[in-house]
């Protein structure tokens, strides 16, 4: 019997390690997934785009004020090495010469105009006192005319019509009673026959001349009284109104026409005074158009803004002969090549983060094995876009570097270090459902449920982030968040 217990006994030890170790297995299924809070090191790193620039740069431009038309003859290429001094573009000046010189002879004749403008200026002045006296004078020699004619020529011009008839008449009645005596006489034979014929022959004709003189007289004093005479009353007054109104008239007009000659001469003033201006402002522009660099250094076509340039696509078939560019327009920009620095920029967010001071290493695209420290020198107090703010970060370089202007890098701080930052998955922290700024884990405890647990949070470094305050080093943590209606014990 006690063979066979000890038999059963030893058959039944090495169930129970078996037993033990399902049990184990089946309870660790049963437990969550967890994460121990650990100390290991955190880093945070900020990479930019970043573009190297020029410490010195001249934009090249034709800032002509006047002259708009600018046609280039020859513009040095795109990468040349100029020099100061060097002719960077030629441009056509023949029309601007020709427009020079037709303005110089344009002045030539304004001045001669104006001199004669000041000339007639002068006459006019000094003989409007005299021109008003003759005016006056006129204006009274006819009133009086007009008086004259009214009070003593019209009237002796009918007395005059009246007596001449009358005399006619009278010349008449003198022939006829001449005929008269004569006949009388003949009658009483004092005188021969043939004398007697003779002297009647002549009184007869006399009084028939009489009569068609008479005649004439009565023709001319109708026509006199009728016609001739009311209409000279009618021609006198017509020409004393005409007189009066011209007189106005013309006192109104010679103080305009003086007038007139002084704006005449202002305006000739000013032509010239425009003409002159503008012929300064040309012989300037005819200055400017001949475009010299302005220091030693390398030609871009275009412009470089923050860093970032252009290029001369544009640009490449206006810069041709016979191709036309615009005042003021940037045509090319006149960059040394040393010394450089790289320009970025920062987004509103990460602002907090680069200080100026901080180290950066830097990986540029053309030579990626070049990898030169950058130092942050300044940061923009403004936004240079929306959310964007501009950083300036000192590169130095060797006078051999191959880098130039132009060239792009990556630009990478590193903004937070912590050597024993306390760590846990990003995942395993929760935010509460009326704050999203309230976070907490979920501590585990075994055989009972999960214990909410406040923390603070620091940085975070792609999955991990730092714990700051609420968690002790190798505390563990529910990985995710149990299912609801599942409670852990």
Known sequence: KD?????????????????????????????????MAVRKPIRVKLT???????????????????????????????????????????????????????????????????????????????????????????????????????????????????????????????????????????????????????????????????????????IRHENATKFLLPREDLAAEDLAKRDELAHLALKKIQPAQLRKLKLQ??????????????????????????????????????????????GDTALRPRLRRGGTVKPNEVLMTIVRPRPLFLRASVSEKDLRRIKPGMQAKTKFTAFPDLKPQATAKEISAAPVSPGKFDLRADLPLPKDSPLLPGMTAKLTFTVYENEKALVIPASAVFSEEDDED?????????????????????????????????????RQILAKKPEEGKDEK
Do not use: C
């Open 3 to 35: 063979g066979e217990k000890d038999e059963k006994a030893s058959e039944e030890k090495p169930a129970k390690p078996d037993e033990g170790e399902a049990k184990k297995k089946e309870e660790e299924k049963k437990k969550p997934e967890t994460h």
């Open 48 to 218: 930019l785009d970043a573009t190297l620039e020029s410490t010195s740069m001249d934009e090249i431009s034709i800032r002509t004020t006047k002259w708009g038309e600018l046609t280039v003859l020859e513009a040095l290429p795109q990468g040349a090495s100029v020099t100061k001094g060097q002719s960077l573009v030629t441009l056509d000046f023949e029309k601007i010469d020709d427009r020079i010189d037709d303005l110089r002879h344009e002045i030539t004749l304004l001045q001669l105009d104006r001199s004669i403008a000041e000339t007639e200026l002068q006459l006019a002045e000094k003989l409007a006192p005299l021109d008003k006296a003759q005016l006056d004078r006129l204006a009274r020699h006819s009133k009086e005319d007009y008086e004259r004619h009214r009070k003593v020529l019209a009237p002796y011009n009918r007395e005059a019509a009246e007596i001449s008839l009358k005399s006619y008449k009278q010349s008449l009645a003198y022939a006829q009673e001449e005929l008269n005596q004569l006949k009388k006489m003949y009658e009483a034979d004092d005188l021969t026959e043939e004398t007697e014929e003779i002297i009647l022959i002549r009184a007869q004709n006399a009084v028939e001349r009489a009569k068609f003189s008479l005649k004439g007289a009565e």
């Open 265 to 310: 001469d202002r305006k000739l003033e000013e032509q010239l005074k425009n003409a002159n201006k503008t012929l300064s402002l040309l012989e300037k522009d005819r200055k400017l158009m001949s475009v010299p660099s302005p220091a030693d250094g390398i030609l871009y076509r275009g412009n470089f803004h923050r860093g970032k340039w252009s």
């Open 438 to 474: 309230a976070k907490y884990v979920l501590l585990y405890r075994e055989g009972a449920k999960p214990k909410k647990q406040t923390i603070t949070i620091g940085e975070r470094s792609g999955e991990d982030i730092e714990i700051l305050t609420g968690l002790r080093p190798n």
